[in-house]
């Protein structure tokens, strides 16, 4: 009797390799993102950077994922046109658009090089370089948020029904690494004022990302080959408005969605705002606030896979949300009401950023069908960005109404309890997830590769 010929997503080996791959590209997107965060007073110092013009920055990556929907339009895409073209599409733009904002940091640009007096000519109130860097910005934004979808697509496709969650949680992982090495990485390579060098690094790590994904490309073609996809989709499948209505009539995704952009608006500002607070408030170097905001992304580093692995064994993913939005509270007022060394605070808010995250992105996979899993997590991110835009320009107005110019110490009181609110709106969103859930079946506190339950029923 021949043997049953297997496909590549069928051994272990290869499904780990094609995550550890993909998990690069999630690394360097990261890093890029987070790798001018520990740089906030060299921002300042060098470039006139006020704390509203940081936060401004920060938030310019979510612009064409919350204004233009690029994330929920790159999801529609992604379902369209397969992951092949939509990542090498994304990916490239998210590398054109770091090496835009490391270019605004040069020397080359700041003493007059091509496009200074353009950007000198409009806006005055902002400086060139600043211009420069929100173009670079706003086009990494437009690339990194639909790759981290495509990305995910990905991981579904190769272990769906395999370790799902804990794929998930590994993947989750890769990105917390990216942020860890940037912050205790551009401090170091600043060497002071030079910050041009970090930036350019970082720059370079996103273009290593693209050839990565290049090579993943490879991979990709030779499985849709042996589970003959290259076909175009049936009709059933294609894209159609309705399948964005039918996801907002879901209250479970709609409550996975909320919870979403509360979560992640509570956590990633902060995280860009994390190493300038640790500074100005237990006057520590910029080098040690970064190691202390990188604890963040090394706990999840160790903490996701783990609660990934337990979401698919034991189930219980509404619960663990519940359980992350709650930490996530009492670690942020802690941050504000009290002067507790910042280790331990960063522990507990590292679990909860395992917590919920490992939760959270494997049960979109129970909500909707796979060929519309483009289009959930696009729609998501572009929600989730909403959130990303506006509360670092938000924290950075704070920062600035709350201390009188030319203050040397920030008091970050009032931005800690901004962000304490929005944990509480997550808790809200969690609790109600778990409500819903009971009375929907959809499962999500059952184990991820659990069949029978009402998901997966759409799926037939």
Known sequence: MNAIKKAL??????????????????????????????????????????????????????????????????????DKIGIRRTGFLFVGVMAIGAFLTAYGTCDYYR????????????????SPELKMMLLGRFFFGLGAETSIVVISKIIVKWFKGKDLALAFGVKIGFGRLGTALALNLSPALANGNDISVAVWLAAILVLIGLMAFIVYIMFDIKLNKQLKQDRAQKKD??????????????????????????FYSAVFPFQSFAPDFFLNKFGVSMEESGRI?????????IFTPLFGLFVDKRGKSASLMFAGSLILVVVHLTFALTDVSPYI???????????????????VVKLVKESRIGTAYGLMYSIQNLGLWGFPILAGYVLDTTNPAGTETLDYTYTMLMFASLGLLGLFFAYMLKRVDKKEGYGLE???????????????
């Open 345 to 363: 605070p960063m522990i507990f808010l590292g679990m909860a950023f395992s917590l919920v995250p490992a939760a959270m992105w494997p049960t």
């Open 446 to 460: 059952l184990p991820s590769n659990k069949k029978g339950f009402k998901g997966q029923a759409k799926e037939e």
């Open 293 to 301: 905001a990188s604890m963040l992304a090394i706990g999840t580093l």
């Open 237 to 262: 499948e294609e894209f159609r408005i309705k399948d964005i209505i039918t996801l907002l009539k879901n209250k479970s995704f709609i409550f996975v969605a909320l919870l979403c952009v509360t």
């Open 111 to 126: 003493n007059g090089g091509f496009g200074y007096d353009l950007f000198s000519s409009f806006l005055p109130s902002y």
């Open 9 to 78: 997503n069928d051994y272990a080996a290869v499904r780990w390799g094609i995550l550890f791959l993909v998990g690069f590209v999630l690394s360097v997107n990261y890093y890029f993102y987070d790798a001018l965060s520990p740089l906030k007073v060299i921002l300042e110092d060098e470039f006139g950077f006020s704390s509203t013009n940081f936060g401004l920055f920060v938030a310019f990556y979510s612009i064409p994922n919350t204004f233009f929907l690029m994330a929920v339009f790159g999801g529609i895409i992604l």
